[in-house]
């Protein structure tokens, strides 16, 4: 008679080890959660009344930038970078709040799939050339930014427009409880919705192998060709999303790009994405993001001068880089 246990039955008899080796891999993550607890303590130490509205504003204005950082996220995992993220996303926003004012509440869900739409074609657009012309990725995104800007700004010369009520409500406000605001649980909604079903799709698994090693990938039958272009296509239905929100909380279009991408990129590499690709997750660099806007809330309650808080995020990143080049020089060892 067999009488060995199987190792299913095992793991559920002594789950520990199993929450060890999740934490462990999860290191970098569960640092920066201890990281945004700690700051959220300091918050309250520093301005006292910072209570379920200053929560409440902070969500709003963190969530279009947590879906940039996501949509970045997408092509970095792949082996790729998106500098066209914030004119994608102002792009979306002008298109929705230009075709929004003055309709119908219905008229607008047909424009939000609209939307999400483009964004997924601007993507394809974005990764179609990065494949066809074999051009670094970050130069043909930059192109791509300065197209996808223009644009903006041919559909919508001045911020204007309008957004349907719902989509407004949407972002505004709480749920259930006043420190549970309903930015935060559309953010964590969205992004669970799309990115957890691909993530254990056999597209997450090509897109962590393009980014790991394309010439091993391809080798065993991923099209790295066509899973860079889905990659892209993820960043721009991201970047719709971030565009939407845009117009959802101000209530109009805005054509400038705002400073997006580059908060995006901040947020990626914070977030512990590995920028050589196939490395990480979504969840780190919205936590960054957080962290990051919470830390100017902070110096905006010290009356620290704006300008100083761009260094000191500046300040950390170079300190993460340096960080985690350490931990690959001593893992490698």
Excluded at 185 to 199: D, E, G, Q, Y
Aim: charged share 10%.
């Amino acid at each position: 008679m067999n009488t060995t246990v199987p190792t299913s039955v095992r793991a559920m008899a002594n789950p520990m080890p199993a929450v060890v080796t999740a934490a462990r891999r999860n290191v970098w993550t569960l640092g920066l959660i201890g990281i945004l607890a700690l700051l959220f303590v300091v918050t309250k130490i520093i301005q006292p009344t910072y209570g379920p509205r200053g929560v409440q504003g902070l969500a709003v204005s963190v969530l279009p930038l947590a879906l940039a950082a996501v949509a970045q996220t997408c092509a970095v995992i792949a082996r790729g970078i998106d500098l066209s993220v914030g004119s994608m996303m102002a792009l979306t926003s002008v298109v929705a709040a230009t075709l929004m004012k003055d309709q119908s509440e219905g008229f607008a869900v047909a424009v939000v799939i609209g939307v999400l739409l483009l964004g997924l074609v601007i993507g394809g657009i974005n990764g179609t050339l990065v494949v066809m012309t074999r051009v670094p990725d970050i130069v043909v995104t930059l192109a791509m930014l300065f197209v996808w800007a223009g644009s903006a700004l041919l559909v919508l010369k001045t911020p204007g427009g309008g957004s349907a009520d719902w989509l407004s409500g949407l972002t505004r406000g709480t749920l259930i409880r006043d420190w549970v605001p309903k930015a935060a649980v559309m953010l964590i909604l969205v992004v669970s919705v799309i990115w957890i079903p691909i993530r254990r799709s056999r597209l997450g698994l090509s897109l962590y192998a393009v980014g790991s090693d394309p010439m091993a990938a391809y080798r065993s039958g991923v099209s790295v060709g066509r899973t860079k272009i889905l990659a892209y296509m993820l960043a721009g239905l991201f970047s719709a999303l971030g565009g939407l929100t845009l117009t959802a909380s101000t209530g109009i279009g805005t054509p400038v790009p705002g400073p997006y991408t580059l908060m995006s990129v901040a947020a990626v590499v914070l977030g512990g994405v590995s920028l050589a690709g196939g490395k990480g997750g979504v969840f780190g660099p919205v936590v960054a993001v957080v962290i990051l806007s919470l830390l100017r809330t902070d110096m905006t309650f010290l009356n620290v001068n704006t300008n100083l808080a761009t260094v000191a995020q500046g300040i950390i990143l170079v300190g993460v880089v340096m960080v985690g080049s350490l931990i690959h020089m001593r893992r490698e060892n």
